[in-house]
Every structure is written in structure tokens, then in C-alpha cells.
């Protein structure tokens, strides 16, 4: 079993026959159709650190919606950024990264900055109903995963790296919502995507991403990612 990343890395030449049109419709969203909702930070803060600031940003920002009701601060306690710090130390996923040094006084403001923001765009319609990391179960060669956040009827990927979106960010949305569809437990109709850092979002209809993309209707395309997932012979 593999992640849905590394499934979506590793066959790559299986989704360029599946999404043909993928590559132009990320230069079209990032040319054109992405929405500028904050200014983009501009660090001169370590990079090969940002991970950890991001990290430490969105799970912060988790912790704090887990939380009825939700802290009004708009600073974050020293004990919650060294709990999280302390957590990231030991967890499997990051130990290969060696993280030693705990953030100083600019890293934290970045920190906030982030935290502030994911706060100020999932939260803005008190009417809408989170779901934080929802779960999918695996299909396949994909192993069991889970996203960032389900914000009302919008299934969202927070990426938080110096950059625009990229092809594999609408490639782990597609292959969510293609485990989603087989196991039928959420219900959003949306996919987007909110960079924090450099302030755009994009959001758009499921069905609509799906035939930019492909050609074909969300159905078609959403049961050909499982059956290329499911299949034993898919060449890469």
C-alpha cells in the first residue's frame, strides 16, 4: 500500500492519460482564475524551516477548532506552540527531518500570521459546518488517507509553500474525491485549494475540475482513477 501522494507521483504517466489537460488547467488557475484573498508574506525567514512553520500553523489552527467555543485570541500560547513543537519531535512522519531548534520571536509572528488567516478564511461563514481531516478509506495500491479540511460543500488542501498550486495538489484532491465517491461518506461537490502564504484560493464545482481535466463527466473519471488504482498492471 502506498500514500495517495506517492500514487500520485509515482504514475504519473497514468494520470497524464487520464487528466490530459491537467497541466494547462493549473496555468490557467494560476494565471487567471485563483482568487487573491490576503497579500502573500514576504519572509526572509530560513526556508528549508517553513515546513515546520506551516506545521505548527495548521495545527494550532486545528487544536483551536476542536475547541467549543472557538478562543477568541489572536496570539497563540507559548504552552500550545511547544506541545505542538514537542509532538512534531516524535512523530514518525517528520523524526527523518531532525528537528532540534524550537521556533524564535519572527518564526512565531509567521506562525501567527498563518493561523490567523486559516482562521479568517474557513471561519467566515459561521453557517458552514467543518470537517477537520477528513478521512478516506483506501482503495487498491492507495492506503487509507485523509485531507485538510471539508469547509461546508468544498473539500480543501491547504498548501502553504512559497509557491502557486501545482499539478499534484489537484491530483491528491482527485484522488480524495474518487476514494470519497467509493465509500460515500462525505458530501461536498466542491474542490479547492487556499495557499495562507501566498494569500489565493481557487475553488470550483467537482464536475467542472473533472471535465477541464479529462473530458469526461466526475463520474467517468472519479471510477477510472479506481480502477487504475485497483488494478494489478498499471505501468509507470
Not at 488567516?117 to 459561521?126: A, E, G, K, S, V
Not at 487556499?194 to 484560493?201: K, L
Request: aromatic share 12%.
Amino acid at each position: 500500500m502506498i500514500s495517495e501522494t506517492q500514487f500520485a507521483r509515482q504514475y504519473a504517466s497514468a494520470w497524464r492519460t487520464l487528466t490530459p489537460m491537467s497541466e494547462q488547467f493549473v496555468r490557467n488557475v494560476n494565471g487567471a482564475w485563483c482568487e487573491q484573498v490576503f497579500s502573500p508574506i514576504r519572509s526572509r525567514l530560513l526556508p528549508f524551516r517553513r515546513w515546520l512553520r506551516n506545521e505548527i500553523a495548521f495545527r494550532v489552527f486545528v487544536a483551536d477548532m476542536q475547541v467549543s467555543p472557538r478562543p477568541q485570541s489572536l496570539f497563540i500560547s507559548n504552552d500550545m506552540v511547544n506541545q505542538i513543537f514537542d509532538n512534531i519531535q516524535t512523530d514518525e512522519r517528520w523524526r527523518k527531518l531532525r528537528v532540534q531548534d524550537p521556533l524564535y520571536q519572527p518564526e512565531r509572528q509567521e506562525v501567527e500570521t498563518i493561523w490567523r488567516r486559516l482562521i479568517q478564511f474557513f471561519c467566515r461563514d459561521t453557517a458552514f459546518t467543518n470537517v477537520l481531516s477528513p478521512s478516506f478509506s483506501g482503495c487498491g495500491i492507495i492506503d487509507s488517507c485523509a485531507g485538510d479540511i471539508i469547509c461546508g460543500d468544498t473539500l480543501y488542501e491547504v498548501k502553504a509553500a512559497g509557491r502557486f498550486f501545482r499539478s499534484i495538489d489537484l491530483r491528491q484532491l482527485l484522488i480524495y474525491s474518487a476514494l470519497n465517491k467509493q465509500a460515500g461518506t462525505y458530501g461536498f461537490v466542491n474542490i479547492g485549494v487556499f495557499n495562507p502564504r501566498v494569500g489565493v484560493c481557487y475553488r470550483s464545482p467537482l464536475s467542472e475540475v473533472c471535465y477541464e481535466v479529462s473530458g469526461k463527466s466526475a463520474d467517468e473519471l472519479l471510477g477510472d482513477i479506481i480502477e487504475t488504482a485497483s488494478g494489478a498492471d498499471i505501468s509507470h
